[in-house]
Protein backbone atom coordinates (compact mmCIF):
# COMPACT_ATOMS: atom_id res chain seq x y z
CA UNK A 1 0.00 0.00 0.00
CA UNK A 2 1.37 3.44 -0.75
CA UNK A 3 2.88 5.08 1.78
CA UNK A 4 0.90 8.90 2.79
CA UNK A 5 3.43 11.46 3.45
CA UNK A 6 2.29 14.06 5.77
CA UNK A 7 4.10 17.61 5.43
CA UNK A 8 1.52 19.00 8.54
CA UNK A 9 2.69 19.89 12.14
CA UNK A 10 4.65 17.09 13.35
CA UNK A 11 6.28 15.74 10.28
CA UNK A 12 9.92 16.11 9.82
CA UNK A 13 9.47 16.59 6.25
CA UNK A 14 8.55 20.44 6.42
CA UNK A 15 6.77 22.15 3.63
CA UNK A 16 8.89 24.63 1.82
CA UNK A 17 8.35 28.48 2.09
CA UNK A 18 7.23 29.63 -0.86
CA UNK A 19 9.41 32.60 -2.42
CA UNK A 20 7.55 35.45 -2.47
CA UNK A 21 8.09 36.74 -6.85
CA UNK A 22 9.84 39.48 -7.28
CA UNK A 23 6.73 41.97 -7.94
CA UNK A 24 5.53 40.76 -4.12
CA UNK A 25 9.60 41.51 -2.53
CA UNK A 26 8.77 45.20 -3.96
CA UNK A 27 5.11 45.49 -2.23
CA UNK A 28 3.16 45.42 -5.54
CA UNK A 29 0.07 43.41 -6.00
CA UNK A 30 -1.69 42.00 -8.61
CA UNK A 31 -5.09 44.10 -7.67
CA UNK A 32 -8.01 45.50 -9.91
CA UNK A 33 -5.92 48.61 -10.69
CA UNK A 34 -3.27 46.62 -11.98
CA UNK A 35 -5.87 44.56 -13.86
CA UNK A 36 -7.54 47.45 -15.22
CA UNK A 37 -3.96 48.85 -16.74
CA UNK A 38 -2.27 45.96 -17.79
CA UNK A 39 -4.87 42.87 -19.17
CA UNK A 40 -5.49 44.21 -22.25
CA UNK A 41 -1.85 43.55 -22.72
CA UNK A 42 -1.90 39.93 -22.28
CA UNK A 43 -1.72 38.79 -25.55
CA UNK A 44 0.98 40.47 -26.46
CA UNK A 45 3.08 38.54 -24.57
CA UNK A 46 1.05 34.93 -24.11
CA UNK A 47 3.20 33.09 -26.69
CA UNK A 48 6.12 34.06 -24.01
CA UNK A 49 4.34 34.25 -20.45
CA UNK A 50 1.93 32.10 -18.94
CA UNK A 51 -1.30 32.40 -17.49
CA UNK A 52 0.34 31.53 -14.39
CA UNK A 53 2.91 33.66 -14.10
CA UNK A 54 1.16 36.70 -15.52
CA UNK A 55 0.28 37.96 -11.96
CA UNK A 56 3.62 38.75 -11.09
CA UNK A 57 5.06 40.06 -13.82
CA UNK A 58 1.85 42.53 -14.67
CA UNK A 59 2.65 44.40 -11.67
CA UNK A 60 6.19 45.29 -12.01
CA UNK A 61 4.97 46.77 -15.62
CA UNK A 62 1.93 48.81 -14.54
CA UNK A 63 5.06 50.15 -11.97
CA UNK A 64 7.05 51.17 -14.86
CA UNK A 65 4.80 52.32 -17.10
CA UNK A 66 3.57 54.93 -14.52
CA UNK A 67 7.27 55.70 -13.23
CA UNK A 68 8.14 56.27 -16.67
CA UNK A 69 5.42 58.53 -17.15
CA UNK A 70 5.70 60.63 -13.94
CA UNK A 71 9.70 60.58 -14.59
CA UNK A 72 9.12 61.92 -18.30
CA UNK A 73 11.23 58.58 -19.26
CA UNK A 74 11.20 56.81 -22.46
CA UNK A 75 12.43 53.15 -22.69
CA UNK A 76 14.51 52.21 -25.86
CA UNK A 77 14.11 48.44 -26.31
CA UNK A 78 16.65 46.36 -28.73
CA UNK A 79 15.69 43.84 -30.37
CA UNK A 80 17.49 41.24 -28.53
CA UNK A 81 15.89 42.54 -25.35
CA UNK A 82 12.78 39.55 -23.79
CA UNK A 83 9.10 40.10 -25.23
CA UNK A 84 8.33 41.04 -21.53
CA UNK A 85 10.75 44.24 -21.73
CA UNK A 86 10.20 44.66 -25.92
CA UNK A 87 6.54 44.69 -26.09
CA UNK A 88 4.92 45.62 -22.59
CA UNK A 89 7.71 48.73 -21.70
CA UNK A 90 9.62 50.00 -24.66
CA UNK A 91 8.74 52.81 -26.32
CA UNK A 92 10.97 52.52 -29.34
CA UNK A 93 12.23 49.52 -30.42
CA UNK A 94 14.88 48.05 -32.80
CA UNK A 95 18.49 47.69 -33.53
CA UNK A 96 21.56 50.09 -32.97
CA UNK A 97 21.27 52.38 -35.44
CA UNK A 98 17.64 52.66 -35.35
CA UNK A 99 17.63 53.17 -31.32
CA UNK A 100 20.39 56.02 -32.50
CA UNK A 101 18.71 57.62 -34.54
CA UNK A 102 15.99 57.67 -31.77
CA UNK A 103 18.19 59.17 -28.83
CA UNK A 104 19.34 62.06 -31.12
CA UNK A 105 15.88 63.56 -31.71
CA UNK A 106 13.69 62.11 -28.55
CA UNK A 107 11.71 64.74 -26.84
CA UNK A 108 12.46 63.08 -23.29
CA UNK A 109 14.90 63.77 -20.18
CA UNK A 110 15.37 60.34 -19.17
CA UNK A 111 16.49 57.84 -21.45
CA UNK A 112 16.37 54.30 -20.02
CA UNK A 113 18.50 51.83 -22.52
CA UNK A 114 17.00 48.27 -22.56
CA UNK A 115 20.14 47.26 -24.28
CA UNK A 116 23.87 46.91 -23.49
CA UNK A 117 26.15 49.32 -21.97
CA UNK A 118 28.23 50.71 -25.42
CA UNK A 119 24.26 51.37 -26.54
CA UNK A 120 23.70 53.35 -23.93
CA UNK A 121 26.67 55.26 -24.35
CA UNK A 122 26.03 55.64 -27.79
CA UNK A 123 22.58 57.74 -26.60
CA UNK A 124 24.28 59.77 -24.28
CA UNK A 125 26.91 60.77 -26.37
CA UNK A 126 24.11 61.67 -29.06
CA UNK A 127 21.86 63.20 -26.33
CA UNK A 128 23.97 65.33 -23.42
CA UNK A 129 21.70 66.98 -22.02
CA UNK A 130 19.94 64.11 -21.16
CA UNK A 131 19.67 61.72 -18.38
CA UNK A 132 20.37 58.60 -19.40
CA UNK A 133 20.27 54.93 -17.43
CA UNK A 134 21.10 51.20 -17.56
CA UNK A 135 19.80 49.12 -15.57
CA UNK A 136 22.74 46.63 -15.22
CA UNK A 137 26.27 47.78 -15.36
CA UNK A 138 27.02 44.42 -15.84
CA UNK A 139 25.56 44.44 -19.26
CA UNK A 140 28.70 44.43 -21.22
CA UNK A 141 29.32 43.00 -25.24
CA UNK A 142 32.10 40.21 -26.20
CA UNK A 143 33.15 42.54 -28.83
CA UNK A 144 33.00 46.29 -26.96
CA UNK A 145 35.17 44.25 -24.71
CA UNK A 146 37.62 43.04 -27.34
CA UNK A 147 39.69 46.57 -28.28
CA UNK A 148 40.71 49.48 -26.43
CA UNK A 149 41.13 53.26 -27.31
CA UNK A 150 45.19 52.33 -27.10
CA UNK A 151 44.84 49.21 -29.69
CA UNK A 152 42.95 51.43 -31.82
CA UNK A 153 45.38 54.60 -31.47
CA UNK A 154 48.27 51.60 -32.40
CA UNK A 155 46.23 50.69 -35.47
CA UNK A 156 46.63 54.32 -36.46
CA UNK A 157 50.28 54.62 -35.87
CA UNK A 158 50.72 51.40 -38.04
CA UNK A 159 48.56 52.27 -40.98
CA UNK A 160 48.47 55.89 -41.18
CA UNK A 161 46.99 55.92 -44.67
CA UNK A 162 43.62 53.86 -43.96
CA UNK A 163 39.90 55.08 -42.73
CA UNK A 164 39.16 53.89 -39.19
CA UNK A 165 35.95 52.23 -39.25
CA UNK A 166 34.50 51.20 -35.57
CA UNK A 167 31.41 48.59 -35.33
CA UNK A 168 29.31 50.05 -32.92
CA UNK A 169 29.68 47.48 -30.83
CA UNK A 170 32.27 49.45 -29.25
CA UNK A 171 32.92 51.86 -26.19
CA UNK A 172 32.97 55.42 -25.76
CA UNK A 173 36.85 55.67 -25.88
CA UNK A 174 36.94 53.36 -29.06
CA UNK A 175 34.69 55.35 -31.26
CA UNK A 176 36.21 58.55 -30.23
CA UNK A 177 40.08 57.46 -31.97
CA UNK A 178 38.20 56.25 -34.80
CA UNK A 179 37.37 58.05 -38.03
CA UNK A 180 33.96 56.92 -38.33
CA UNK A 181 31.05 54.28 -36.98
CA UNK A 182 28.84 51.49 -38.64
CA UNK A 183 26.53 49.14 -38.05
CA UNK A 184 24.97 45.57 -39.64
CA UNK A 185 22.50 47.60 -41.39
CA UNK A 186 25.14 49.94 -43.09
CA UNK A 187 28.30 48.22 -42.90
CA UNK A 188 29.05 47.68 -46.55
CA UNK A 189 27.63 51.42 -46.87
CA UNK A 190 30.09 52.86 -44.87
CA UNK A 191 33.33 51.15 -46.12
CA UNK A 192 32.25 51.87 -49.58
CA UNK A 193 32.04 55.58 -48.46
CA UNK A 194 35.52 56.15 -46.72
CA UNK A 195 37.08 54.06 -49.22
CA UNK A 196 36.04 56.50 -52.23
CA UNK A 197 36.40 59.62 -49.54
CA UNK A 198 40.04 58.56 -48.37
CA UNK A 199 40.76 57.44 -51.95
CA UNK A 200 41.89 54.14 -50.44
CA UNK A 201 42.03 50.24 -51.73
CA UNK A 202 42.31 49.50 -48.32
CA UNK A 203 39.60 50.36 -45.08
CA UNK A 204 40.75 49.04 -41.37
CA UNK A 205 37.31 47.51 -40.21
CA UNK A 206 37.27 46.53 -36.25
CA UNK A 207 36.49 45.15 -34.04
CA UNK A 208 34.64 42.14 -35.46
CA UNK A 209 36.38 40.16 -37.71
CA UNK A 210 33.48 38.10 -39.27
CA UNK A 211 31.44 41.29 -40.19
CA UNK A 212 34.63 42.46 -41.92
CA UNK A 213 35.02 39.20 -43.70
CA UNK A 214 31.62 39.38 -44.48
CA UNK A 215 31.80 43.10 -45.95
CA UNK A 216 34.67 42.36 -47.77
CA UNK A 217 32.93 39.39 -49.91
CA UNK A 218 29.90 42.18 -50.30
CA UNK A 219 32.13 44.75 -51.34
CA UNK A 220 35.58 43.67 -52.81
CA UNK A 221 37.28 46.59 -50.81
CA UNK A 222 40.09 44.91 -48.92
CA UNK A 223 39.88 45.36 -45.21
CA UNK A 224 42.15 44.52 -42.44
CA UNK A 225 40.01 43.94 -38.95
CA UNK A 226 40.78 42.82 -35.42
CA UNK A 227 40.32 39.54 -33.49
CA UNK A 228 36.88 40.31 -31.92
CA UNK A 229 34.03 38.38 -32.43
CA UNK A 230 30.44 37.94 -30.95
CA UNK A 231 30.31 35.15 -28.43
CA UNK A 232 26.63 34.87 -29.70
CA UNK A 233 26.95 34.66 -33.30
CA UNK A 234 30.61 32.79 -33.30
CA UNK A 235 28.80 30.29 -32.40
CA UNK A 236 26.64 29.49 -35.55
CA UNK A 237 28.37 27.56 -38.35
CA UNK A 238 27.68 26.48 -41.79
CA UNK A 239 27.24 22.95 -40.67
CA UNK A 240 24.50 24.23 -38.43
CA UNK A 241 22.70 25.53 -42.04
CA UNK A 242 23.05 22.31 -43.51
CA UNK A 243 21.84 20.16 -40.43
CA UNK A 244 18.41 22.88 -40.73
CA UNK A 245 18.08 22.16 -43.81
CA UNK A 246 17.54 18.25 -43.51
CA UNK A 247 15.74 18.47 -40.46
CA UNK A 248 13.42 21.11 -41.18
CA UNK A 249 13.23 20.91 -45.82
CA UNK A 250 11.63 24.08 -46.89
CA UNK A 251 12.60 25.95 -43.89
CA UNK A 252 14.12 29.43 -45.05
CA UNK A 253 17.30 30.18 -42.97
CA UNK A 254 17.92 34.16 -42.26
CA UNK A 255 21.49 35.09 -40.71
CA UNK A 256 22.97 37.94 -38.82
CA UNK A 257 26.25 39.28 -40.16
CA UNK A 258 28.10 38.89 -36.83
CA UNK A 259 28.04 35.05 -38.14
CA UNK A 260 31.12 33.17 -39.91
CA UNK A 261 31.21 33.82 -43.38
CA UNK A 262 30.67 30.30 -43.72
CA UNK A 263 27.02 30.76 -42.54
CA UNK A 264 26.12 33.57 -45.36
CA UNK A 265 27.45 31.75 -47.58
CA UNK A 266 25.26 28.85 -46.95
CA UNK A 267 22.13 30.69 -45.29
CA UNK A 268 19.04 32.32 -47.87
CA UNK A 269 19.03 36.11 -46.61
CA UNK A 270 21.92 37.99 -44.11
CA UNK A 271 21.37 40.98 -42.54
CA UNK A 272 20.71 43.25 -39.28
CA UNK A 273 17.95 42.43 -36.72
CA UNK A 274 16.00 45.36 -39.08
CA UNK A 275 16.93 43.60 -41.65
CA UNK A 276 15.41 40.28 -40.53
CA UNK A 277 12.94 41.73 -39.41
CA UNK A 278 11.64 43.53 -42.55
CA UNK A 279 12.25 40.30 -44.44
CA UNK A 280 9.81 38.15 -42.49
CA UNK A 281 7.08 40.62 -42.42
CA UNK A 282 7.25 40.99 -46.10
CA UNK A 283 7.81 37.51 -47.49
CA UNK A 284 5.71 36.20 -44.84
CA UNK A 285 7.73 32.56 -45.14
CA UNK A 286 5.90 29.44 -43.85
CA UNK A 287 8.71 28.47 -42.04
CA UNK A 288 11.91 30.40 -40.69
CA UNK A 289 14.57 30.39 -38.26
CA UNK A 290 16.65 33.30 -37.17
CA UNK A 291 20.10 32.37 -36.37
CA UNK A 292 20.70 35.56 -33.74
CA UNK A 293 20.30 36.05 -30.41
CA UNK A 294 17.17 34.09 -29.11
CA UNK A 295 14.54 36.93 -27.96
CA UNK A 296 14.90 37.73 -31.61
CA UNK A 297 12.42 35.06 -32.96
CA UNK A 298 10.13 35.65 -30.06
CA UNK A 299 9.73 38.97 -30.76
CA UNK A 300 9.19 38.90 -34.27
CA UNK A 301 7.07 35.48 -34.03
CA UNK A 302 4.84 37.70 -31.72
CA UNK A 303 4.10 40.12 -35.01
CA UNK A 304 4.15 37.33 -37.37
CA UNK A 305 1.34 34.61 -36.12
CA UNK A 306 1.29 32.72 -39.54
CA UNK A 307 5.10 32.06 -39.89
CA UNK A 308 6.16 28.91 -38.04
CA UNK A 309 9.52 29.74 -36.38
CA UNK A 310 12.06 26.81 -35.86
CA UNK A 311 14.25 28.18 -32.91
CA UNK A 312 17.89 27.24 -32.60
CA UNK A 313 19.38 30.07 -31.06
CA UNK A 314 22.20 31.61 -29.03
CA UNK A 315 21.35 33.88 -25.72
CA UNK A 316 23.42 36.52 -25.46
CA UNK A 317 24.70 36.93 -21.14
CA UNK A 318 24.98 40.39 -21.41
CA UNK A 319 21.58 41.24 -22.96
CA UNK A 320 19.97 39.31 -20.78
CA UNK A 321 21.12 41.38 -17.84
CA UNK A 322 18.23 44.02 -18.39
CA UNK A 323 15.42 43.04 -16.38
CA UNK A 324 11.65 44.18 -15.95
CA UNK A 325 13.26 43.70 -11.75
CA UNK A 326 16.01 46.20 -12.55
CA UNK A 327 14.68 48.39 -14.89
CA UNK A 328 11.57 49.34 -12.05
CA UNK A 329 14.58 49.76 -9.73
CA UNK A 330 16.81 51.97 -12.15
CA UNK A 331 13.49 53.95 -12.94
CA UNK A 332 12.80 53.82 -8.68
CA UNK A 333 16.53 54.93 -7.34
CA UNK A 334 17.17 56.89 -10.82
CA UNK A 335 20.46 54.75 -10.70
CA UNK A 336 23.23 54.00 -13.33
CA UNK A 337 23.22 57.22 -15.41
CA UNK A 338 25.92 56.40 -17.88
CA UNK A 339 29.08 59.22 -18.23
CA UNK A 340 31.37 59.62 -20.54
CA UNK A 341 34.14 62.81 -20.50
CA UNK A 342 33.12 65.55 -22.33
CA UNK A 343 36.54 65.00 -24.57
CA UNK A 344 35.97 62.04 -25.34
CA UNK A 345 32.09 62.22 -25.95
CA UNK A 346 32.51 64.76 -28.38
CA UNK A 347 35.05 62.97 -30.44
CA UNK A 348 32.84 59.64 -30.46
CA UNK A 349 29.88 62.24 -31.70
CA UNK A 350 31.99 63.02 -34.94
CA UNK A 351 32.45 59.25 -35.24
CA UNK A 352 28.70 58.56 -35.09
CA UNK A 353 27.70 61.39 -37.03
CA UNK A 354 29.38 60.82 -40.13
CA UNK A 355 27.86 57.66 -40.13
CA UNK A 356 24.10 59.39 -39.77
CA UNK A 357 25.29 61.67 -42.41
CA UNK A 358 25.66 59.80 -45.00
CA UNK A 359 22.49 59.10 -47.03
CA UNK A 360 19.77 57.82 -45.20
CA UNK A 361 18.71 54.20 -47.06
CA UNK A 362 15.33 53.37 -47.32
CA UNK A 363 15.87 49.54 -45.72
CA UNK A 364 18.85 48.27 -43.88
CA UNK A 365 21.25 46.99 -46.82
CA UNK A 366 20.75 43.04 -47.15
CA UNK A 367 23.97 41.02 -47.20
CA UNK A 368 24.65 39.09 -50.14
CA UNK A 369 24.62 35.24 -49.58
CA UNK A 370 25.90 32.49 -51.28
CA UNK A 371 29.68 34.45 -51.46
CA UNK A 372 32.59 32.54 -51.11
CA UNK A 373 34.30 33.23 -47.85
CA UNK A 374 36.57 35.87 -47.75
CA UNK A 375 40.08 35.19 -46.14
CA UNK A 376 41.32 38.89 -44.65
CA UNK A 377 44.36 39.79 -42.58
CA UNK A 378 43.38 40.27 -39.27
CA UNK A 379 45.45 42.79 -37.41
CA UNK A 380 47.70 41.38 -34.75
CA UNK A 381 46.91 43.04 -30.98
CA UNK A 382 50.84 42.83 -30.07
S1 LIG B 1 24.71 39.63 -29.03
FE1 LIG B 1 26.93 39.70 -29.36
S2 LIG B 1 27.29 41.75 -30.16
FE2 LIG B 1 25.26 41.79 -29.21
S3 LIG B 1 25.65 42.43 -27.09
FE3 LIG B 1 25.66 40.19 -27.08
S4 LIG B 1 27.85 39.69 -27.30
FE4 LIG B 1 27.62 41.83 -27.93
Given at each position: MARLIDSG????TPTPARTPSASEARGLLYDSGVKAETDHLYPLVSDFITPMEWPAVAPLVAAINRLKKQAGAVILA????TPDIFRLVGDFRGDSLQLAREAATIDADIIVQAGVHFMAETSKILAPDKTVLIS??????SLAASITSADVALIKQRYPDYPVVTYVNTTAEVKAECHITCTSSNAAQVVEAVAKEWNSDTVILVPDQYLAMNVAAQTGIRIMTWPGACEVHELFSGDDVEALREGHPGVVILAH????PDVLEACDFAGSTAALTNYVKDQQPAKVVL?????MSDNVAAENPDVDFVRPCNLCPHMKRITLENILDCLTHMRHEVTIEEAVRVRAKAAIEAMLALPKMATPLAFKTGLKPMEIEVISPS
Open positions: PGCPHNYMSLEAGCPECPLTECS
